[in-house]
């Protein structure tokens, strides 16, 4: 059964950085995609940035050149650094991991990032 635990996440002023990570159990880490959504208040959840099991990875236009998703498939985790944050990047943040050939689609419970103006 695959499970996800985020951490990494707080408070940080406008310009800082934060590295947040998502530890995956199940033994199907390499072979899946992941993705870092964020939601915040009133809004829907959207996709921020996403890696393939091949490694190709997207971003959403608000993000790029700021945000760095990454997976390091001998820990078991997966990453989204994040420079030059912004009041406007102030959400929860979700990993999600898919492998459709096998049924997956699981959440992690999110980590809450603050970005003080």
């Known amino acids: 059964q695959v499970h996800l635990v985020e951490s990494g996440g707080g408070l940080v002023q406008t310009g800082g950085s934060l590295r947040l990570s998502c530890v995956a159990s199940?033994?199907?880490?390499?072979?899946?995609?992941f993705g870092w959504y964020r939601q915040s208040p009133g809004k829907q959840r959207e996709l921020v940035a996403s890696?393939?099991?091949?490694?190709?990875?997207n971003y959403a236009d608000s993000v790029k050149g700021r945000l760095t998703i990454s997976r390091d498939n001998v820990k078991n985790t997966v990453y989204l650094q994040m420079n030059s944050l912004k009041p406007e990047d102030t959400a929860v943040y979700y990993c999600?991991?898919?492998?459709?050939?096998?049924?997956?689609?699981?959440w992690g419970q999110g980590t809450l990032v603050a970005v003080s103006s």
């Open positions: 199940g033994g199907i880490f390499a072979i899946s995609d």
């Open positions: 999600n991991q898919v492998l459709l050939s096998r049924g997956v689609d699981t």
């Open positions: 890696i393939t099991g091949s490694g190709v990875t």
